[in-house]
């Protein structure tokens, strides 16, 4: 069964006459029980697509399912069965604390005020936040603030996540542990459990999800694996290398793309597969370099080479 | 010092262009001062009907103009101090911004006096306006030629010392009180209401009322813009001296309590502390 | 099952501002003493225009109840306006919830703020201004008072729909009202007796007939009005189930239309 399926998905937003085109002929298709990753930088069309599936939006044309539910007319439904946790969010009163707020939403979920507190108190124990649940929100640091954020996201252990940029201004270690409870997170259960993740932070896609769509300009240019989409990169494997001062690398290697990093360093990238092992036994044997480091592409080097720009 | 002494110019000029963009963003400019002179000018129409429709054998038209010029003037106060005290629970609870402004070289003081200076023009089109229909309609008996022309105008302006402090003053509440700064600019404008002299002869109060009536500039502000305006009233001399000494007194006071309240406000952890529910 | 939810989903929103009347209890200081000002100030004003001493009594139950329409007026359109810009609107509408019952949970929880003020307010003005009102007749009262105030919310709800498309704009022009509520309600001086057109006007406020029916079971002596209290409950009530009905017509298809737009979650809109 597919979790979400979208059949040329676009979505303007008109103001004043101006129209901006925030998706376009968007086609996805995510199985239930699969953590999926949705990369690009920021204006690609990221939220606005969650909005649409999570149905906070309506597309301007194509149709969407979400569970096997119509996301237009069968709203109610999918609203039983999903989250959406977004980062960065400020939602909830600031006078209530970690607990009542919980309970406040668990409610709202068709929860009972029974269940819902055996839930908190579950949750709150398995994210850290136990200390916690008597605070009012107003006196939560950002990264707690988000750590209640996604608890509320899985009291009513949905059949699809959506979590938009969940780890957004959270320090590391806060990012590292919601990263882990997720991975936990959707492997246990009942029943099957999906997670729609956008974010641009390319270590974090490739760590958790095994399917990862690259999304620009409101576009989704490629889908598959973290190892599939690496295959996109210009090259297909660089090296990495210190060299002697005073020493003409260009010359030797003209034939290689070559960057300047800093003094005396340089990357070659080997834009074919058959000259690695050329390049590997002169760089091996050539006394002027010092040392010498080999580097495959990574996520970020897909996408610059797809879309021809940094994700920031 | 040249940096400092051009953030502050520069401060109040980029605020007031803020804070004219903030008030008139939502609507046309027509519309804008609509709104922003409605409630002064309700509020004089709202005693009109009143008058006629309630008072007694003894009241007469001077009544209502007295009452009248007080609204007008109230309309400066109750303009300042909704527009202060909703620059700092907009950039608090709604905007988010107030930490930037705070730590910004600008003095938050310098930035409110250029935010909110859209109750300059906001009250004194609701002087002209609601003076000119209300003696229209009502006749009320003010006659143009017989106004104390210079001095009216003098003393309007230096009333607005004392109503920038008293902006200054709420701002300072607003930054310390969590949820219900809104509701400070109501009350800071209906307690003025009372006992300012603004609708209600300080006579009619209660002892204790009377004498903080007394103690405030407003009183005697409002007293001798109506001695300048309308001869009926020039019966007793107008209160110069009082509008000077408890001005003075006045600003003093409510500036010192402000920079206090911002302080506090700091030391507590206040300043962005949104909270609604 | 349906029923449950909305049960619980009413429960669940009174709770934050139940629960801030003990946790914030400043607020009632503010919510008390404006009121209270007010009706000082046109006590006052009644004085200058030397009017009888019955307008005093009027004044007193007009500004007691105009804070209602305020208070849930206001407080219901405008807190919607404050979920959506901290991003709780967002939460609600992707909860099973319907949003109609969050507004009824936001109604439940301020008329209970409501009820406490008012009736303090109440306390106070009657003792100052020595008032003797016919407190044997509390339970009258009462029968006009809650339809009042429940048909007030209901309207509450209607408008916070409205500003769901309006946005901000509409919160300047929900402040133009004020003074013509003031008005057209009567709230210092009874509007019934002068003017029929001017009374069925200020008839299609609930809050005119509301302090209209207060004033002839609470105040002694001789009262003109055009509609004995009983009728002015009854009507209040008929108001209250139409204002709910079209709340939540309004509210379903505002939401829709925000869904289409995209306003409903984009702030500062």
């Known amino acids: 069964m597919l979790a979400v399926e979208t059949h040329n998905i676009s979505r303007t937003f008109v103001k004043k006459k101006k129209v901006k085109v925030a998706l376009e002929n968007i086609n996805l298709k995510i199985d239930h029980g699969s953590f999926y990753g949705l990369l690009g930088p920021n204006g690609a069309g990221k939220t606005t697509l969650i909005k649409i599936l999570s149905t906070l939006l309506l597309p301007t044309s194509g149709k969407a399912e979400v569970l096997g539910f119509n996301i237009a007319d069968e ?71 988000q750590k209640m954020n996604l608890v509320r996201g899985l009291m009513t252990d949905p059949e699809i996540l959506f979590l938009d940029e969940p780890t957004l201004g959270l320090d590391v270690e806060i990012a590292r542990d919601v990263r882990d409870y997720l991975k936990r997170w959707i492997k246990t ?4 459990r999906t997670v729609l993740l956008t974010t641009h932070y390319m270590q974090e896609a490739e760590e958790l999800c095994e399917k990862i769509g690259i999304i620009n300009d409101g576009n989704l240019i490629i889908e598959g694996s973290s190892d599939e989409i690496k295959k996109g990169s210009t090259y297909s494997s660089k090296y990495i290398v210190d060299t002697a001062s005073q020493y003409d690398i260009k010359s030797e290697y003209e034939s290689f793309e070559l960057n300047n990093i800093s003094n005396n ?48 | 010092m040249a940096i400092r002494n051009n953030n502050i110019a520069n401060g109040i000029k980029s605020s007031a262009l803020l804070g004219w963009r903030i008030e008139t963003n939502w609507a046309n400019i027509f519309i804008v001062f609509l709104v922003k002179c409605s409630k002064p000018f309700s509020v004089a129409l709202l005693l009109s009907a009143m008058y006629m429709i309630t008072s007694g054998p003894e009241a007469t038209i001077y009544d209502l103009s007295w009452a009248i010029i007080g609204v007008c003037l109230w309309g400066f106060i109750q303009s300042a101090t909704e527009l202060y005290s909703y620059a700092i629970v907009g950039e608090r609870e709604w905007f988010r911004n107030i930490k930037n402004i705070i730590t910004a070289p600008t003095p938050l003081h310098v930035y409110l006096l250029g935010r909110t200076s859209l109750w300059v023009p906001v009250g004194l089109l609701n002087f002209i306006v609601i003076l000119s229909i209300s003696n229209y309609s009502l006749n009320l008996g003010l006659d143009i030629n017989s106004i104390e022309k210079v001095k009216m105008v003098l003393f309007l302006l230096l009333g607005f010392i004392p109503v920038v402090s008293l902006g200054m003053f709420v701002a300072g509440i607003s930054l310390v009180i969590p949820r219900f700064s809104e509701g400070v600019a109501f009350g800071v404008t209906g307690v003025l209401y009372l006992i300012s002299g603004s609708i209600i002869k300080t006579n009619m109060l209660p002892t204790i009322l009377k004498n903080i009536s007394e103690a405030l500039p407003f009183t005697h502000w409002i007293e001798i813009i109506r001695y300048t305006m309308f001869p009926y009233f020039r019966i007793n001399p107008a209160p110069y001296s009082e509008f000077f000494i408890t001005s003075i007194i006045f600003c003093l006071v409510t500036n010192y309590l402000y920079f206090y309240l911002l302080n506090y406000a700091r030391k507590s952890g206040k300043i962005d502390l949104a909270s609604m529910y | 099952m349906i029923l449950s939810h909305a049960f619980r989903t009413i429960i669940a929103r009174a709770y934050p501002r139940i629960i801030a009347s003990f946790r914030h209890p400043s607020w009632f200081l503010f919510e008390v003493s404006l009121p209270l000002l007010s009706i000082v100030t046109f006590v006052y004003v009644l004085r200058l225009f030397d009017s009888p001493s019955q307008f005093e009594s009027y004044a007193v139950i007009g500004g007691c109840m105009l804070p209602v329409w305020f208070n849930v007026v206001f407080a219901m359109a405008l807190q919607l306006r404050w979920e ?74 209607a408008m916070s729909s409205v500003f769901l498309k309006a946005g901000r704009a509409f919160e300047y022009y929900l402040g133009l009202t004020e003074e013509p509520v003031q008005f057209f309600t009567g709230s210092y001086f009874p509007i019934f007796s002068q003017n029929i057109v001017l009374a069925i006007f200020g008839s299609l406020i609930p809050l005119t007939l509301g302090i209209d029916g207060l004033r002839q079971v609470l105040v002694e002596g001789e009262y003109f009005t055009l509609l004995n209290w009983r009728y002015e409950a009854l009507i209040m009530v008929i108001y209250w189930f139409i204002a709910l009905k079209f709340a939540k017509f309004s509210l379903e298809w505002m939401e829709k239309l925000a869904r289409e737009k995209g306003t409903l979650t984009l702030r500062w809109q």
């Open chain 1, 265 to 312: 360093k340089y990357e070659i990238l080997i834009l074919n597969k058959e000259d690695e092992n050329e390049l590997y036994n002169s760089i091996r044997f050539n006394k002027k370099i010092t040392k010498f480091e080999i580097v495959t592409p990574t996520l970020e080097d897909a996408f610059m080479s797809l879309t021809g720009r940094e994700l920031n």
């Open chain 1, 75 to 145: 709203t109610n439904e999918i609203r039983w069965r999903m989250s959406l946790v977004s980062g960065g969010e400020f939602s909830g009163y600031g006078l209530l604390t970690v607990e009542e707020q919980l309970w406040m939403f668990a409610l709202f979920n068709g929860m009972k005020s029974k269940n819902a507190k055996n839930k908190i108190d579950e949750l709150l124990e398995i994210v850290g936040l136990e200390e916690s649940r008597k605070t009012e929100l107003a006196e939560l640091s950002t990264g707690m603030r």
């Open chain 1, 189 to 192: 259960g009942e029943s099957k």
């Open chain 3, 84 to 157: 959506k810009d901290s991003g709780n609107i967002e939460i609600f509408m992707t909860s099973p919830a319907q949003i109609t019952w969050i507004l009824l949970g936001m109604m439940v929880g301020g008329g209970f703020q409501t009820i406490l003020m008012s009736g303090t307010v109440l306390f106070i003005a009657t003792y100052m201004f020595e008032i003797k009102f016919l407190w044997s007749n509390w339970h009258q009262a009462l029968i006009v008072f809650i339809p009042c105030v429940m048909s007030l919310y209901s309207i509450g709800m």
